[in-house]
């Protein structure tokens, strides 16, 4: 059974940075693409960035173009979201998920899921 455990997250300033983790364990996922998704209160889940593990294809939300970046570190099996120039519309509840269904965006597309971490962006 696949894993999925998100860490990095935290309370920063707007204009901040910070570097999520999405450690992968059970089964290798060469052939799968990892999301990030984000959920504000009383909002949907809805998609950020994601990699494709082995071709390292990425795809951006807009709104976070240019500020954020989503990575792979193979040796540890993780996947990361660096987030820099926070803004407090960035607060949310963010989430690390596997596909095997390509570069995909939509939540349902998704099989596996963490458990979400925390970020908080204050003004």
């Known amino acids: 059974q696949v894993q999925l455990v998100e860490s990095g997250g935290g309370l920063v300033q707007a204009g901040g940075s910070l570097r999520l983790s999405c450690a992968v364990s059970g089964r290798t996922l060469s052939s799968y693409s990892m999301g990030w998704f984000r959920q504000a209160p009383g909002k949907e889940r809805r998609f950020v960035a994601l990699?494709?593990?082995?071709?390292?294809?990425?795809l951006y939300q807009d709104s976070v173009k240019g500020r954020f970046t989503v990575g792979i570190h193979n040796a540890n099996n993780t996947v990361y979201l660096q987030m820099d120039s926070l803004k407090p519309e960035d607060t949310a509840v963010y989430y690390c998920a596997a596909t095997p269904r390509g570069a995909t965006i939509g939540v349902k597309e998704y099989e596996y899921w963490g458990q979400g971490t925390q970020v908080t962006v204050s003004s």
């Open positions: 990699i494709h593990w082995t071709d390292y294809t990425t």
